[in-house]
Nanobody, 115 residues
Framework: QVRLVESGGGLVQPGESLRLSCAAS????????MAWYRQVPGKQRELVAV???????RYGDSVKGRFAISRDNTKNTVYLEMNSLKPEDTGVYYC?????????WGQGTQVTVSS
């Protein structure tokens, strides 16, 4: 059974920081690319950040310079550090594990940035 469980979401004010975690089980974690996506009602799901099995990273333009993705293969966990949060960062954040042609998804965690 493959399971991706996100945690760390919540309500924060603009300018504050938050760290999301995604714990994976049921896969050989170290060989999967891991990613964070987010979705706002009425909009398409958006790639936020990805980290490959080789630990290269890339970010969506809207979060570049503010967010950082990392992974701990000993804990089968991927993290998303979110800094200088903006109201437009609000959404449901989903963890993704990918090894072509297979994708797995978590159930999502809500992040709300509001004053």
């Amino acid at each position: 059974q493959v399971r991706l469980v996100e945690s760390g979401g919540g309500l924060v004010q603009p300018g504050e920081s938050l760290r999301l975690s995604c714990a994976a089980s049921g896969i050989v974690f170290s060989i999967y690319a891991m990613a964070w996506y987010r979705q706002v009602p009425g909009k398409q799901r958006e790639l936020v950040a990805v980290i490959t099995s080789g630990r290269s990273t890339r970010y969506g333009d809207s979060v570049k310079g503010r967010f950082a993705i990392s992974r701990d293969n000993t804990k089968n966990t991927v993290y998303l550090e979110m800094n200088s949060l903006k109201p437009e960062d609000t959404g449901v954040y989903y963890c993704n594990a990918a090894l072509t042609p297979t994708d797995y998804w978590g159930q999502g965690t809500q992040v709300t940035v509001s004053s």
